[in-house]
């Protein structure tokens, strides 16, 4: 087994991670909150961006302060994954679902080759397409799903940067810009030029 990296100081560290401390020792019993917090927050952004867009497109004003709202999230995401990995896997799977770091340890090279298979899937995907080869029907209808393609990108990324938690923020970051900011109005390509 690949031997694991060295744990950044305070490792998963949260807001809430010295509330209800014991003798100045974090319990951490209440880190939970925190990860559904953010990341319930996220989703139901994700999810209802449409509804959103519309409860809040009224005055200028409003839309910049919307615009604001939809990065605190990934904000504060990158801010204590960065500083403490608090969004690792390893942490959501013990926090959220208290699952033991022993189990994720076990499973996180199938976890990464999953990914990198993906991943590798994705970039042939984009390969094909700009060599005209085509996809088939029930494969370009399982892709349309946007649970799917965040995987497929998250997946992408991760062949690229080696590292689970930037993949997934960067494919979270795309589907922010295109539902949330541009309030799911798109175009064909992004460079229309080229």
């Known amino acids: 087994m690949a031997e694991l990296r060295p744990l950044k100081k305070n490792y998963g560290l949260t807001p809430l991670t010295y509330i209800g401390t014991d003798n100045g020792k974090p319990k951490g019993r209440y880190d939970w909150i925190f990860y559904y917090t953010v990341l ?6 994700l999810t209802f961006h ?10 200028k004003w409003i839309n910049i302060l919307k615009h604001i709202i939809y990065f605190i999230p990934l904000v504060v995401i990158i801010f204590y994954d960065n500083n403490y990995s608090t969004f690792s896997l ?20 199938i976890i ?10 994705g970039i042939i995907q984009v390969l094909a397409q700009d060599f005209g080869v085509k996809t088939g029907d029930v494969q370009a209808e399982i892709f349309k799903i946007p649970v799917i393609q965040w ?15 930037e993949a997934m ?21 992004c460079f229309e030029d080229v």
């Open 40 to 45: 319930g927050s996220l989703i139901l952004m």
């Open 50 to 59: 449409t509804v959103i867009a519309k409860a809040m497109s009224r005055d």
């Open 90 to 109: 390893r942490n959501i799977f013990n926090k959220m679902f208290l699952i033991p770091f022993e189990f994720t340890d076990k499973w996180n090279p």
């Open 112 to 121: 990464n080759y999953f990914l990198q298979v993906l991943g590798a899937y």
């Open 151 to 165: 995987l497929l990108f998250t997946s992408s990324a991760y062949v690229l940067l080696k590292n689970r938690s």
């Open 169 to 189: 923020i960067g494919a979270t970051l795309y589907f922010i810009l295109k539902n949330n900011v541009s309030n799911g109005k798109t175009k064909p390509v």
